[in-house]
């Protein structure tokens, strides 16, 4: 697994990790604030090897007596979150809501049950194999937020201000988006995929968007999605654009009465999007709509969802669907 020896730099005291992998899940990017003594991260990485070069990456640039003394999760999902455990002198950041729903997370043990010990002949075993094997969840623990909030929370990291802005329920129950105003960049944590079809486990769609057009309405110069390529402002509008007519799609189908399974078959079929990765995704992505539009309140059940979109996949091995 190659995962980048450098930080991107952004700004003055501002870098971001960034280990592009297109066509697979977990490679998330961090970014890394330092200002004097203080450092902060925003968002930690999956498992132990990618996070170890992470540190590698941040002590490059970083004065030889700073510390990560506070990390911010931009939402609950593992691969923002289970590298926490690596800096247990920090304060961990996260809304409120966030900390209510990590419950409904699959925790790092899940996590290796699931790339070890489901079938490896059936769906979901195949997949977890093919998209999550070759991650070390072993001997990982979950350290939780140590500080939440609701709304805005603002803070400083050093002489740098922050604004941590509350957007959820979107991507998940919880997200956060961390605005640098001095520095025109935002963070967007998994409001914000570039490279492939994205997956949103809370929605609705609509939220989502909102959340773009908070990011933009700050007017940043730089945009740290949360997997992907950095971009600007016009990068994000084209996100808006992809989330405003997966929406339409989605909701003619539900009108139709067609199943979620079988809308978003034809949204694929279609060739919706077709240069971006894991089309599976669909499936998720329709799913989680149809639950709002059919005015289902519950906790999505996210390893069924999953199971969904591997059947998918798993069903389509060969046959040129870009699904990895």
């Known amino acids: 697994m190659s995962l980048p020896t450098a930080l991107t730099h952004l700004a003055e005291g501002i870098h971001a990790w960034v280990p592009q992998k297109s066509g697979t899940w977990g ?17 930690t990485p999956y498992d132990g090897p990618m996070t170890r070069a992470l540190i590698a990456a941040t002590s490059a640039v970083l004065p030889e007596e700073a510390r990560v003394r506070t990390v911010i999760n931009t ?29 409904i997370e699959p925790d790092p ?9 489901t079938p490896a002949d059936e769906p979901l075993g195949w997949y977890m194999r093919k998209h999550f094997g070759h991650y070390r969840y072993d001997g990982l623990e979950l350290q939780p937020p140590t500080q939440t909030f609701t709304g805005r929370h603002r803070l400083h990291i050093g002489t740098i ?55 933009l309405a700050l007017e940043p110069r730089t945009v740290v ?12 509008r084209t996100y808006l654009r992809y989330l405003r007519e997966l929406e339409a799609r989605i909701h003619a189908g539900h009108a139709a009465g067609r199943s ?14 077709s240069h971006l990765g894991l089309a599976e995704r669909m499936l998720i992505q329709t799913a989680v709509e149809y639950r709002h539009l059919d005015g289902d309140t519950s906790d999505p ?17 060969g046959v040129g669907v870009r699904a990895a």
């Open 27 to 43: 490679f998330a990017n961090c970014l890394v604030i330092a200002s004097g003594t203080e450092a902060a991260l925003v968002d």
């Open 75 to 103: 939402h609950a999902n593992g691969d923002h979150t289970f590298g926490n455990a690596f800096f247990p002198d920090a304060e961990i950041i996260s809304t409120r809501a966030s900390l209510d729903h990590i419950c």
């Open 109 to 117: 043990e899940a996590m290796h049950h699931l790339t070890h010990a």
């Open 161 to 215: 201000p922050l604004e941590l802005i509350e957007v959820g329920p979107a991507h998940t129950a919880g997200d956060l988006i961390v605005h640098l105003p001095e520095q025109a960049v935002v963070c967007a944590g998994d409001i914000l995929f570039v490279g492939d079809h994205p997956v949103h486990w809370q929605g609705p769609l609509s939220r989502v968007a909102d959340a773009c057009e908070t990011i």
């Open 225 to 236: 999605p949360g997997h992907g390529p950095i971009v600007g402002p016009e990068g994000v």
């Open 260 to 273: 979620a399974q079988a809308t978003a078959a034809s949204i694929i079929e279609s060739g919706f999007h």
């Open 301 to 317: 059940d996210l390893i069924g969802l999953a199971s969904e979109a591997a059947r998918w996949a798993f069903e389509r091995r």
